[in-house]
Every structure is written in structure tokens, then in C-alpha cells.
């Protein structure tokens, strides 16, 4: 792991107690129809979330698919593993970086995430293995928040993004979908629903 990584995944860990709770209101009232609309398009036998944090997604997990998960920090993932376990939820949890994946070429159906990219020190690297590990015809999912395309809020994005990072780990000025444009997915296709800083992404191999 890089020291970059280690510093973000350190902040996660830290952060891993508290994180439900600090995300709570938001969750409420944006992110958890979020994510119920993006998991709606999860398809296939085999499904890998990548970035699975404490467990927000197990709610929308389709039941007729085998489901492998996994995440970069210890603690983030403890914290899903006990809610796996006391929610009886279906899936594979695995201690893993998004930028060096442990699985062969072709192996997912569909490979999902949500707020991740944010957080992963090369987000192009690690698109690159979710490319890699996506099945031909297969599709990558993303649930992303990224820079606003209003100059002015933009500006106030790049100037507060030092502090969100030292503070949360995450950063809140990336440009998610022009990573994903850059990988050789064959099609690639934004809800047209999306806000400005939230996006919903489908890329197919």
C-alpha cells in the first residue's frame, strides 16, 4: 500500500466508529435513494462492491447474486462485518485497496460503488482495475460526488478540498467522470437525473 494510501485508509479508520452517524442526515434524506437507484441496476451472477465501508449498500443487495465486497480499511470493514453478521447479509467481505485488486481478468458481471473515488489516492489507476476485472459486456456502477461546473463554487470546492482531506479523507473536488471517459469502457452513460456535484454513472465493457 502507498503512503498515500495508508495516510486516507488511517483517516478512515479513525473515522470508522462515528462515520454512520456523521453521514446520518445526509443518508436520510439523499443518499439512501441513491443508492436504492443505483443497486437497481446491478445485474449478473457475480457482483463486486468495491468500497463497501460499514455496510450502507447490504439493504439493496439483489438476492439472486453472489455478491463480493470489499474495502481498504481494517476498521470500516470490522464495522461491516458485524452488521453482516447481525443482518444475516449474503456476501464476501474482503481487506483489499480498489488500486491493486486481487482477482483475475473478466471475473465480475457488474462491479459497483458508491463515494469511493473520492477517497482513493489514483482514482484512474483504480478505474483501471475495475475495468480490468469487469467481464466483457459487463458494466462498472458509480454513485460519485464531483466537482461542481459552476466556476464559483468550483473555486470554493479547490480552495476548501486541503481541509476536507486532512480532516476526512475524502476530496471533494475530483472530476470522476472525465477518470472514467478516460478508460476504454465502450459506452458510458450519466442519469439523466444527476445534480451537478452528484453523479450516477454506467460505463459498459
Same mark, same amino acid.
Given at each position: 500500500?502507498?503512503?498515500?494510501?495508508?495516510?486516507?485508509? #488511517?483517516?478512515?479508520?479513525?473515522? &470508522?466508529?462515528?462515520?454512520?452517524?456523521?453521514?446520518?442526515?445526509?443518508?436520510g434524506?439523499?443518499?439512501?435513494?441513491?443508492?436504492?437507484?443505483?443497486? &437497481?441496476? &446491478? %445485474?449478473?451472477?457475480? @457482483?463486486?462492491?468495491?468500497?463497501?465501508g460499514?455496510g450502507?449498500? /447490504?439493504?439493496?443487495?439483489?438476492?439472486?447474486?453472489?455478491i463480493?465486497?470489499i474495502? /481498504?480499511?481494517? *476498521?470500516?470493514l470490522?464495522? %461491516?462485518?458485524?452488521?453482516? #453478521?447481525?443482518?444475516?447479509? %449474503?456476501?464476501?467481505? %474482503? $481487506?483489499?485497496?480498489?488500486?491493486?485488486?486481487?482477482?483475475?481478468?473478466?471475473?465480475?458481471?457488474?462491479?459497483?460503488?458508491? /463515494? $469511493? /473515488?473520492?477517497?482513493?489516492?489514483?482514482?484512474?489507476?483504480?478505474? *483501471?482495475?475495475?475495468?480490468?476485472?469487469?467481464?466483457?459486456?459487463?458494466? +462498472?456502477?458509480?454513485?460519485?460526488?464531483?466537482l461542481?461546473?459552476?466556476?464559483?463554487?468550483? &473555486?470554493?470546492?479547490?480552495?476548501?478540498?486541503?481541509? +476536507? +482531506?486532512?480532516?476526512?479523507?475524502a476530496? @471533494?473536488?475530483? #472530476?470522476?467522470?472525465?477518470?472514467?471517459?478516460?478508460?476504454?469502457?465502450?459506452?458510458?452513460?450519466?442519469?439523466?437525473?444527476?445534480?451537478?456535484?452528484?453523479?450516477?454513472i454506467?460505463a459498459?465493457?
Amino acid at each position: 500500500m502507498s503512503a498515500d494510501s495508508n495516510t486516507i485508509r #488511517q483517516r478512515y479508520d479513525r473515522l &470508522a466508529p462515528w462515520f454512520d452517524g456523521l453521514e446520518g442526515f445526509l443518508e436520510g434524506l439523499l443518499f439512501r435513494s441513491l443508492r436504492k437507484k443505483l443497486w &437497481a441496476q &446491478a %445485474a449478473g451472477p457475480h @457482483i463486486l462492491e468495491v468500497g463497501v465501508g460499514t455496510g450502507k449498500n /447490504f439493504p439493496f443487495y439483489p438476492d439472486d447474486a453472489r455478491i463480493t465486497a470489499i474495502d /481498504f480499511s481494517p *476498521k470500516m470493514l470490522a464495522m %461491516a462485518q458485524r452488521k453482516q #453478521q447481525r443482518k444475516q447479509i %449474503a456476501v464476501d467481505l %474482503a $481487506l483489499m485497496d480498489v488500486q491493486s485488486l486481487d482477482y483475475a481478468d473478466n471475473s465480475f458481471d457488474t462491479v459497483i460503488g458508491s /463515494f $469511493l /473515488f473520492c477517497s482513493v489516492p489514483k482514482p484512474r489507476k483504480g478505474l *483501471k482495475e475495475l475495468y480490468r476485472v469487469c467481464k466483457p459486456g459487463g458494466q +462498472v456502477l458509480l454513485l460519485e460526488h464531483v466537482l461542481s461546473s459552476n466556476k464559483a463554487v468550483a &473555486a470554493l470546492m479547490n480552495l476548501l478540498n486541503p481541509l +476536507v +482531506v486532512n480532516t476526512l479523507g475524502a476530496n @471533494i473536488n475530483r #472530476q470522476t467522470l472525465k477518470s472514467v471517459q478516460a478508460c476504454p469502457f465502450q459506452k458510458i452513460f450519466v442519469d439523466p437525473a444527476s445534480s451537478d456535484m452528484i453523479k450516477l454513472i454506467r460505463a459498459i465493457k
